[in-house]
């Protein structure tokens, strides 16, 4: 081989390395990594958009989801609450909503529960929890609640869960005090792994005097199924009106099968 040949071999392999070591350099110090949690190298926003394979998402401004009234019930020595929590975003709900109930006897806390659900955009959902121990009789409750996890809901559709022939009277017969019968129908084009359904009773002046919950597994898309809640024992007050709510949490991706 001539030498100035092998000149042109060893000069074109120089400026191999020293291209391979800018862009190399150039990664680490000024390119998109898409993974390191900062905006940099062509990136629309933080690690996303340009040249990362992860599209920006325009987000406005949240509202974290309120609780916008709050009724404690006396039950059996212990003490049912139920709250409505509202979320007010129109394409954006939240997969988590983190909560605390605080149960008071004027001003000393003596009683509680955590938890989290989930609520869709623009929906006003039931927090039902039932049970809860004190160490002395409360007068009042508050519950806080939290908004992380939003998610912006682009499906078609919401879930169609309807609630047809309900029917509540009292009995005492069966070890039952007072039930609810009612079909959930699943009009959603999803099947879905479990439904969470809440029942609340209201007396004459719409004060709440029940309320249960209860999941029910495996609805399929287009099914009719029965459902029965019941108390066994009395409760304070006289029923007049009941409203069942039904819901699924669509954000979780296995509580779904898209038909």
Known sequence: MERKTKQIIIIATYLLIAVGAVFFIYKIFWGASCTDGKKNGGEEGIDCGGPCPRPCINTPVLEKPEAISVALIPYRGKFDVVAEIKNVNDRFGFEKVPYEILLYKGEEAVGGKKGAIYILPNEVRYLVETGIECKDSPDSAKVLVEGEGWAEYKKKEKPKLEILNKTFNYTKTGGSFFEINFQIVNRSSYDFLTVDIEAVVRDGSN?????????????????????????????????????????SNVFDLQNLQVK
């Open 207 to 247: 004060k709440i005097i029940a309320a249960n919950k209860a999941n029910l597994n495996s609805v399929k898309s287009g099914e009719v199924r029965d459902f029965r809640f019941f108390w066994p024992v009395e409760f304070e007050g006289k029923a007049d009106s009941v409203e069942i709510k039904a819901q």
